[in-house]
């Protein structure tokens, strides 16, 4: 059920940048499609260009030709486009946000109640709240004033927390919401659902019937034009830190007392805290990194395409070496009881085979081996592309000889007629909602960064060359060192059984 929202103004601090562009402006106006906005609520963008609103509403309207290319609702159209309003914010004014202040002061415009969506660069993100608050633009004595903050939150645990510093001088924690796209996905929420609203699945849910873990985000794609900000981040950074640990919070978590935003969270940041800190003395038993070198990866229509190396990429763009991974597998283990002695594998990686995102669960051996080559059962949540849920389980084949082999059910989480909606659209009504359950509380983030930092340490301080795997392949076969035993192996998306690769 909908859920009621207050009116309310949503200021969008770098509105012309390539995120608005491709998802909130094409998000806010499916949201209005829906019937999802208050009637009066408004959008306020703020960026530096001089603009009059009717040139900004131009842009608008070419924003959304481009990503509807089948056009839209004219009567849609036309109550969002009178939606909008534009703020020039020059830095080379130093009144520019008392005017910004004095415009949407303006109650017979803009409701009061204020969410700051900040899509600008991270050093922005400070500076920014800072100057909303000099003009009064957080205060809370009177209407709520909630500020989104964009990924990521801090490089490491130390600007993790300095960032966090600046923003409560001026927010409480109750104000700040720290965005991780992937939980605003439907997929990834259903993650907690299956778990908890299916009585088979959480008597299982345990180190006793499960053998381990897998959570895996494989991409085809390469690192594109970002060489400068990728060789600066990494897999570990980029995908790793966020990501893939919420995602493992969810399926590791124990089940909170209810669904509010606090009991959640509670849950989730228990358990990240309860994964124990890799050994960096043994990384090379725990964590795998790697490079991709030049190869031939699978495009959209299935065809081949020839592509170069990470290492030539970085040459082209003036970066002569690198040591940094386009290819990260983590073992993780997490100290509490439900999860004693169960490994955890979670990799991210660029030009591989396929592109996908799922979990994927082998339960343990069946107490008895009725037949020789019996396979592990296995349980699949795949995130993207497909949302699925799949079961792997071992039948009769049928005949006079007593033989399995294995069945896969497979159940499509999205139906004919089901709603696509955006994890952005989600996530900003969650934030005019006042729902900050699938965004991340500061104690989330500190536990992430305390992980990942040492690893990322050892890995910088380690000149070794990297291995490099040829793109378009699976994982490399020096991957497995990190593997608990030897009759475990790496799962893809939607393959049948277990063999190994
Ligand atoms: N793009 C994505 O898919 C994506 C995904 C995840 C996270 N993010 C995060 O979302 C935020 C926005 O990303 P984006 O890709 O939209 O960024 P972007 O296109 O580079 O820029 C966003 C806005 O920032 C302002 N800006 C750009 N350069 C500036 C400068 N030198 N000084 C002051 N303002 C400047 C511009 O607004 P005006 O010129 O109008 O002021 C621009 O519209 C970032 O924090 C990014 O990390 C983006």
């Known amino acids: 059920m909908a859920k009621q929202i207050d009116p309310c103004t949503l200021v969008l601090f770098g509105a012309s940048g390539n995120l608005s562009r491709i998802k909130l402006m094409p998000g806010l106006f499916r949201l209005d499609a829906a019937g999802r906005l208050a009637d009066d609520m408004k959008i306020l963008s703020v960026g530096r260009s001089e603009l009059s609103r009717d040139q900004w509403q131009a842009e608008i309207k070419g924003m959304l030709d481009k990503k509807f290319k089948d056009g839209y609702d004219q009567k849609v159209y036309d109550r969002f486009i009178a939606r909008n309003h534009y703020h020039s914010n020059p830095p080379t004014d130093a009144d520019s946000f008392q005017k910004m202040a004095a415009k949407l002061g303006d109650e017979s415009i803009f409701p009061q109640n204020l969410a700051y969506f900040l899509s600008v660069r991270p050093t922005d993100f400070a500076v920014i709240v800072e100057q909303l608050s000099g003009v009064g633009l957080v205060d809370e004595s009177k209407y709520w004033r909630r500020v989104l903050i964009e990924k990521p939150f801090g490089t490491d645990l130390p600007s993790a927390q300095a960032l966090q510093a600046e923003l409560t001088k001026y927010l409480k924690e109750s104000q700040i919401y720290r965005i991780d796209h992937y939980l605003g996905k439907s997929a990834v929420q259903n993650i907690m659902l299956t778990r908890f609203a299916n009585t088979m699945f959480e008597p299982l849910w345990n180190s006793e019937h499960i053998d381990h873990i897998q959570i895996t985000n494989n991409e085809t794609l390469g690192v594109g034009d970002r060489t400068t900000f990728y060789d600066a981040t990494g897999a570990l950074r980029d995908m790793f830190q966020s990501h893939l640990l919420q995602t493992l919070a969810l399926v590791a978590m124990e089940k909170p007392a209810d669904l509010t935003p606090d009991s959640i969270r509670a849950e989730k940041i228990k358990l990240l805290q309860s994964i124990r800190p890799v050994d960096t003395k043994n990384l090379n038993k725990q964590a795998f990194r790697a490079q991709y070198a030049a190869g031939r990866v699978c495009v959209g229509d299935g065809h081949g395409e020839n592509v170069t190396g990470y290492l030539e990429e970085l040459k082209r763009d003036g970066i002569e070496s690198s040591h940094t991974e386009t290819y990260a597998a983590v073992k993780l283990f997490i100290d509490n009881p439900r999860w004693k002695g169960v490994p955890f594998y979670v990799r991210t990686a660029k030009r591989m085979h396929e592109g996908n995102t799922a979990i994927s ?136 059984g277990g063999d190994k690769h």
């Not at 989600?426 to 536990?447: F, K």
């Not at 593997?483 to 893809?492: L, P």
């Open 361 to 496: 669960i082998r339960f343990k051996k069946a107490p008895m081996e009725l037949v020789a080559g019996q396979h592990q059962n296995w349980l699949t949540i795949n995130i993207q592309p497909r949302e699925c849920i799949k079961m792997e389980i071992e039948s009769k084949i049928p005949g006079l000889d007593v033989a399995t082999r294995t069945l896969s059910i497979d159940a499509p989480q999205r139906q004919q007629g089901d709603e696509t909606i955006d994890s952005y659209e989600t996530l900003m009504l969650n934030l005019m909602e006042g729902d900050p359950s699938q965004y991340l509380h500061i104690s989330e983030v500190e536990a992430q960064w305390r992980l990942v930092d040492p690893i990322v340490k050892a890995w910088a301080e380690d000149k070794t060359p990297l291995h490099q795997y040829t793109a378009g392949n699976r994982d490399p076969q020096e991957s497995s060192v990190i593997f608990e035993s030897q009759d475990q192996f790496w799962r893809y998306s939607i393959e049948l």
